[in-house]
C-alpha cells in the first residue's frame, strides 16, 4: 500500500479554518479543532448511540457526530478540543463530520489553578457543576461526589485545583486553608473571652485606690 495513502488514513491533515470543510469531498478523513459552542444529548438506539458536538473557529462552524462510546466523552461548551481522524460526511448539500474507529478528542486547553470556597453547587447530572469566586465551573459527577458525599452541600467547603477555562480538571479539598479558618476560628473565641489591656489596668488601679484609702483610714483609727 501506498506510504502516503497509509499516512493520510492514520494521521490526517489537520483543518484549522473550518470554513474550508464546505469545499471538501465527501468522505475524505481529516482532524479538526476548535471551540466548542454546543454540545448535543446523546441519541441512542438498540445499535449505537451518538451526540453532537458543535466546533467553531470564530468565522465558520461545523457539526461533529462522535458515535459509539465516543458519545459518552463529557465534553463542556467553552472548552477547545482536537478531534483527529475524521470524516467528511455531505448530506442534502450539507457538510459535517462523521467519528471512525481511530477518532480520539482531545482537550487543548492550558489549564489554570484556581482555589476558594464553594458558594453554590448543581448536583444535576446533566449539568454537575460548582460557584466560586463568582464563577460557575463545570465538573464531573465523581469530582463532586468526593467534595460532597451523598450528594449533600455543605457550607465553607475550601478547594483546589485546576481547570481549563470554565472546565475543571482536577478538583480536592483545600485542607491547608480549612485549618487555617479553624485556627483563625479559635483565635477571635479565645480573644472575646480576654478583657481589653486598658480595661484590665483600669481594674488594678481600682482596686489599688481602694486598698490605699483602706490603709489611709487604718492608719488613723490607730493614730487616735
Given at each position: 500500500m501506498d506510504e502516503n495513502v497509509v499516512r493520510k488514513f492514520t494521521n490526517p491533515p489537520m483543518v484549522d479554518e473550518l470554513g474550508r470543510i464546505a469545499s471538501l469531498d465527501n468522505k475524505m478523513r481529516v482532524s479538526v479543532k476548535g471551540e466548542v459552542s454546543n454540545v448535543s444529548g446523546i441519541i441512542e438506539t438498540n445499535e449505537t448511540k451518538r451526540k453532537i458536538v458543535t466546533l467553531s473557529d470564530g468565522n465558520a462552524t461545523v457539526?461533529?457526530?462522535?458515535?459509539?462510546?465516543?458519545?459518552?466523552?463529557?465534553?463542556?461548551?467553552?472548552?477547545?478540543?482536537?478531534?483527529?481522524?475524521?470524516?467528511?460526511?455531505?448530506?442534502?448539500?450539507?457538510?459535517?463530520?462523521?467519528?471512525?474507529?481511530?477518532?480520539?478528542?482531545?482537550?487543548?486547553?492550558?489549564?489554570?489553578?484556581?482555589?476558594?470556597?464553594?458558594?453554590?453547587?448543581?448536583?444535576?447530572?446533566?449539568?454537575?457543576?460548582?460557584?466560586?469566586n463568582d464563577e460557575m465551573l463545570s465538573c464531573s459527577t465523581e469530582q463532586l461526589s468526593d467534595i460532597f458525599p451523598g450528594g449533600v452541600f455543605a457550607e465553607n467547603k475550601h478547594v483546589k485545583g485546576r481547570k481549563r477555562r470554565s472546565v475543571i480538571t482536577v478538583l480536592e479539598e483545600d485542607v491547608v486553608a480549612m485549618v487555617a479558618e479553624d485556627v483563625d476560628k479559635m483565635v477571635a473565641v479565645v480573644g472575646e473571652d480576654k478583657l481589653p489591656e486598658d480595661e484590665l489596668l483600669g481594674e488594678d488601679k481600682e482596686e489599688?485606690?481602694?486598698?490605699?484609702?483602706?490603709?489611709?483610714k487604718l492608719f488613723k483609727i490607730e493614730s487616735v
Amino acid at each position: 500500500m501506498d506510504e502516503n495513502v497509509v499516512r493520510k488514513f492514520t494521521n490526517p491533515p489537520m483543518v484549522d479554518e473550518l470554513g474550508r470543510i464546505a469545499s471538501l469531498d465527501n468522505k475524505m478523513r481529516v482532524s479538526v479543532k476548535g471551540e466548542v459552542s454546543n454540545v448535543s444529548g446523546i441519541i441512542e438506539t438498540n445499535e449505537t448511540k451518538r451526540k453532537i458536538v458543535t466546533l467553531s473557529d470564530g468565522n465558520a462552524t461545523v457539526d461533529v457526530k462522535l458515535w459509539g462510546e465516543l458519545a459518552s466523552l463529557r465534553i463542556f461548551s467553552g472548552s477547545v478540543v482536537e478531534i483527529s481522524c475524521v470524516h467528511v460526511d455531505l448530506y442534502q448539500g450539507r457538510r459535517s463530520l462523521n467519528s471512525s474507529a481511530s477518532t480520539k478528542v482531545k482537550n487543548i486547553d492550558v489549564e489554570d489553578e484556581f482555589s476558594g470556597v464553594i458558594d453554590g453547587v448543581s448536583f444535576d447530572e446533566s449539568n454537575t457543576s460548582i460557584l466560586i469566586n463568582d464563577e460557575m465551573l463545570s465538573c464531573s459527577t465523581e469530582q463532586l461526589s468526593d467534595i460532597f458525599p451523598g450528594g449533600v452541600f455543605a457550607e465553607n467547603k475550601h478547594v483546589k485545583g485546576r481547570k481549563r477555562r470554565s472546565v475543571i480538571t482536577v478538583l480536592e479539598e483545600d485542607v491547608v486553608a480549612m485549618v487555617a479558618e479553624d485556627v483563625d476560628k479559635m483565635v477571635a473565641v479565645v480573644g472575646e473571652d480576654k478583657l481589653p489591656e486598658d480595661e484590665l489596668l483600669g481594674e488594678d488601679k481600682e482596686e489599688k485606690d481602694i486598698d490605699n484609702e483602706a490603709e489611709e483610714k487604718l492608719f488613723k483609727i490607730e493614730s487616735v
